[in-house]
């Protein structure tokens, strides 16, 4: 169960999304459900338990599934907060701060060139898009994606989809993937997959980049998420008086 804003605060801790309820019986052998928030957190819980070919992944405690927890790592702790704040000061918050706009923005290339590096690294490498000497020190052999590079071994994981959730909003935080030449072909890719395609509509339709076409659009997009933003805050400013 995919926990919604509205729900939040009574089901996990931080009452923030995201967050999952799993209530599959199965899963500590008593019918327990079990709750998880944090979407590093949340990804290599459903990997352990779900997904133990490595499809996405790679098996505990191999080289590859260090390095995605790495990937991962990096991620939750670098691009989410330092794009995340590029968000707001360049969309939602009330007042055009220039030093806040330029600091989070130049933050967020400098994190998008260590990536477009690495994906540079990875296409140069003996793990190259057609899978050569698939999964080295992963153990999990055959399951090569093919149409790489990739950020950790032969196949998109979840460190790639880690990543490609903030990258996928690159121009709504005013960042242009012009510079990152490899990094926008790695965004078309993921964005090809049909199951990304269908996960970006939950839990609602994905509609920025549809609505970036038009000024018009854009700018409403931006005021009615920025009123959302606006509208929490103030909750919590006067929770926390």
Known sequence: ML???KTSKKKIANGRIPGIIDRTPKRDGNG???????G????????????????IGYPFDTDKYWEVVEWLTW???????????????FRYAPEKIDYAVERYQTETKR????????????KGSNVTAAGTKAS???????????NGPWVVGDRCTIAD?????????????????DDFPELKKWLERINERPAVKKGLDVPEKFEMKERMKSKEGEEEYA????????KGQKADQEKHK
Not at 83 to 89: E, K, P
Not at 136 to 146: K, N, P, R
Not at 161 to 177: D, K, Q, R, T
Request: net charge neutral; glycine share 10%.
């Open 40 to 55: 590093m957190a949340i990804m290599l819980y459903l990997c352990r338990k779900y997904d133990p070919e490595g499809r």
């Open 3 to 5: 926990i919604s804003p």
């Open 111 to 122: 994190l998008y060139k260590v990536l477009e590096d690495r994906l540079v690294e990875q």
């Open 75 to 89: 991620m939750q702790s670098g691009i989410g907060p330092m794009q995340g704040q590029a968000n707001h000061f």
């Open 223 to 230: 005021k009615r998420h920025s009123n959302w933003v606006m």
């Open 32 to 38: 327990q459900e079990k709750r998880v928030f944090e």
């Open 136 to 146: 080295i020190a992963g153990g999990t052999s055959g399951l090569s994606d093919g």
């Open 161 to 177: 989809l880690a990543c490609f959730s903030w990258i996928n909003w690159a121009e709504w935080a005013g960042v242009p993937l």
